[in-house]
């Protein structure tokens, strides 16, 4: 696989093992390609990541071999990668790795790793998000163009609650958008907003749009996937790969780009270019943090005055206060007949 390689980051040494692997057989990106492309985006992926605790998604064999996620530091690991400790649904805890110079994203890339899961927090406060992150999720029937549709309505309304929204592509065929928060909210405060922003995006476009958790209840709409706000649930960061066969990148956009462009245009190649060129179009994310009040009266208005109340958790979780029977309706349907 070729001798090891090292690579400089901001004055560190980073040592790469096997560079010449394959990674992405489609396309004949290796290890090293790898390694260079975050090397190349290194102040947008560290300003995704800085300060939070972040899961690795590692292909050590590249994306067509087994793939793990990793939420636990490991054993091996630099003494100047700082971590945080956080706490699991289940009630376990584990330290996770909190990247603060771009060495460490270098570092995580010679692990295999590909995608970056952070938190949304900072190590600093693990229990209180500082990010409201809304996923747009294209279901079958439904594509790309059809999440396009859903951000305008959602930038308009976010606009209207004088809300900043910071929009990047998934890396697939979704769009996720990111408000910047004061750490003052709990991840169940948090997702109660999501929660009541895929209702008001319901209400807005009818027939388009829908909260519903259980599949067969979705239909051919976007998904606003608001257990994703949810504690122990990340979004790929802006600018990690994605392990698809032409190495996609989560892309961060400009609004006034929505229109322009697809998710094919943003993979390993083109990403660098376009960074040399615009630099993190994200730059200014953290310059201003918003206030949930308002989106938490909305929740409150739709529980009043809708009965639209809490939704179900993932089926990991332990049974959450106030939340409806997690059965899917047709099971539910068949146990009452």
Not at 5 to 10: G, R, T
Not at 154 to 181: C, D, M, N, Y
Not at 303 to 310: A, N, P, S, V, Y
Request: overall charge negative; aromatic content about 8%; some cysteine.
């Amino acid at each position: 696989m070729g001798a090891a390689v090292e690579l400089e980051a901001d004055g560190r040494t980073v040592r790469l093992s096997s560079p010449d692997k394959v990674y992405f057989p489609e396309r004949g990106y290796t290890k090293l390609d790898v390694a260079r492309y975050y090397l190349a985006v290194a102040p947008g992926i560290l300003r995704a990541l800085r300060e939070r605790p972040t899961t690795l998604e590692r292909f050590p064999e590249g994306v067509t071999g087994e793939s793990f996620f990793q939420k636990r530091a490991p054993k091996n690991l630099p003494d100047w990668i700082p971590t945080a400790r956080i706490d699991f649904p289940s009630g376990r805890s584990a330290d996770e790795i909190c990247p603060t110079e771009p060495a460490a994203v270098l570092w995580a890339a010679n692990l295999g790793c590909l995608t970056f899961h952070p938190w949304p927090v900072r190590r600093g406060r693990t229990d209180h998000p500082d990010e409201l992150r809304i996923d747009l999720d294209p279901q079958p029937g439904t594509d790309f163009a059809d999440a396009v549709v859903a951000a305008h309505e959602l930038h308009a309304f976010l606009t209207e609650q004088g809300l900043g929204g910071w929009l990047k592509t998934s890396g697939g065929r979704g769009l996720h958008v990111f408000v910047p928060i004061e750490p003052r909210w709990t991840f169940t405060e948090v997702r109660r907003c999501a929660i009541a922003v895929g209702h008001e995006l319901e209400r807005r476009l009818p027939g388009r749009v829908t909260t519903a958790w259980w599949k067969e209840e979705r239909g051919e709409k976007i998904f606003v996937d608001y257990n994703q706000t949810a504690r122990d649930r990340t979004i790929a960061s802006a600018y990690s790969v994605r392990p698809r066969p032409h190495a996609p990148v989560s892309a961060p956009l400009r609004w006034s780009e929505l229109d322009d462009v697809a998710p094919e245009d943003f993979d390993l190649t083109t990403m660098p270019a376009r960074f040399a060129r615009t630099g993190d179009v994200h730059a200014e994310m953290d310059d201003r943090r918003h206030g949930l009040e308002g989106l938490l009266e909305l929740a409150d208005r739709y529980e009043r005055d809708h009965g639209l109340g809490d939704k179900p958790y993932p089926p990991d979780y332990p049974k959450m206060p106030g939340e409806p029977k997690r059965v899917q309706p047709s099971r539910a349907r068949r146990a009452d007949s």
